[in-house]
């Protein structure tokens, strides 16, 4: 949101808060917690008592927050560790919820090898296999292929044409059919969509989910491959794999996943929605970029262009593109980064 255009809603969001808690709008302690990519932003709220809420303010013209209050409402009624809404203005777009603190999951991560980081990647799986076991997808939208194509598609637009001004490569659409195809052969689950660290937040050593409004009924594997392949780590092939065949085992015996599906075929699919996923965040990262005038995602590029190569080597029948990627794409986006003047994170 335009700095200017976040502080002119902060006085009708301060006599809201007030009117709410009996207090002098005036004297109200409230102050900015977070913005995100979006419109949104977070502001704390501090009450008489000390105790502390978050005011999401989220303009309804930029930000339809209705999913967002049905999804949490479903969520806690499951019993899961979403924040409480205290209070909800859908035509104004203001929310007052629990404060979770200021200490998202990423901040207790070291690097790829930290027995830390590891235990707590396996308290993140055992939550996302409470989400998917205690919520019914039936009642989000669905992850279809329309869905699936669009996501892959902001890659050949906003990051080749975009950004480095190059044609996608023969076999692009072979490569996008086959990925949307591997995608919908998964079972359907409720699929946070951004299962990733930097959505969940530690709160008495115990994880609380948030940013859920785009949830969608989507692969059983989706949210799986956002944290293992997320934005903070890059594991290896081996420790990547024990924690898929242990997800499928656990999958099967809980009956979210048919045993009939073999574990090569599982891990198959893990690989394609993992390639699915980097593709559209590399146009993502661009297109927040480009359009949305945000700073900070094109250093980014090279750890998902990591990702993506790290899921394409797990795949059978897409050597021109992987050969594509390394003479053609790894050469263009180093030479644009180091052209902008930009670091690159997560380098390989």
Request: a negative charge; charged letters at 25%.
């Amino acid at each position: 949101m335009p700095e200017a255009d976040a502080l002119a809603r902060q006085t009708p969001l301060r006599h809201w808060a007030a009117q709410r808690h009996g207090l002098d709008p005036q004297a109200l302690d409230l102050r900015l917690a977070a913005g995100d990519a979006s419109f949104r932003r977070y502001y704390r709220l501090t009450l008489a008592d000390g105790s502390t809420r978050i005011l999401m303010d989220a303009p309804p013209e930029q930000e339809d927050s209705t999913s967002f209050v049905a999804i949490a409402r479903a969520w806690e009624a499951a019993g899961l560790p979403v924040p409480h809404l205290h209070a909800v203005d859908l035509e104004a777009g203001y929310l007052e919820l629990d404060d979770l603190g200021d200490t998202p999951l990423q901040k207790r991560l070291g690097d790829e090898r930290d027995p830390a980081t590891l235990a707590w990647h396996e308290r993140a799986l055992a939550l996302l296999e409470t989400l998917q076991n205690r919520t019914a997808p039936h009642e989000l939208p669905r992850y279809d292929a329309a869905l699936l194509g669009r996501e892959l598609d902001l890659f050949p637009e906003w990051c080749l044409a975009g950004w480095l001004d190059i044609a996608p490569p023969p076999g692009w659409h072979t490569l996008r059919q086959a990925l949307i195809d591997a995608a919908l052969a998964q079972p359907v689950v409720t699929v946070h969509r951004d299962f990733d660290a930097m959505n969940l937040m530690v709160v008495d050593e115990g994880l609380h989910l948030i940013d859920f409004q785009d949830a969608v009924a989507g692969p059983l594997s989706y949210d799986l491959i956002s944290l293992l392949h997320g934005r903070y780590c890059r594991f290896d092939t081996a420790r990547r794999g024990a924690w898929i065949e242990a997800f499928r085992r656990r999958a099967v015996a809980d009956g979210r996943l048919d045993d009939g599906i073999d574990s090569a075929t599982f891990h198959a699919r893990v690989a394609a929605m993992a390639a699915q996923r980097a593709l559209k965040v590399l146009g993502i990262f661009c297109r927040l970029t480009l359009r949305d005038h945000r700073e900070g995602y094109l250093a980014r590029l090279p750890h998902f262009l990591a990702h993506l190569e790290d899921a394409l080597a797990e795949l059978d029948g897409h050597a021109t593109f992987e050969a594509w990627l390394a003479d053609t794409f790894r050469p263009a986006l180093a030479s644009r980064l180091e052209k902008a003047g930009i670091d690159r994170e997560g380098a390989a």
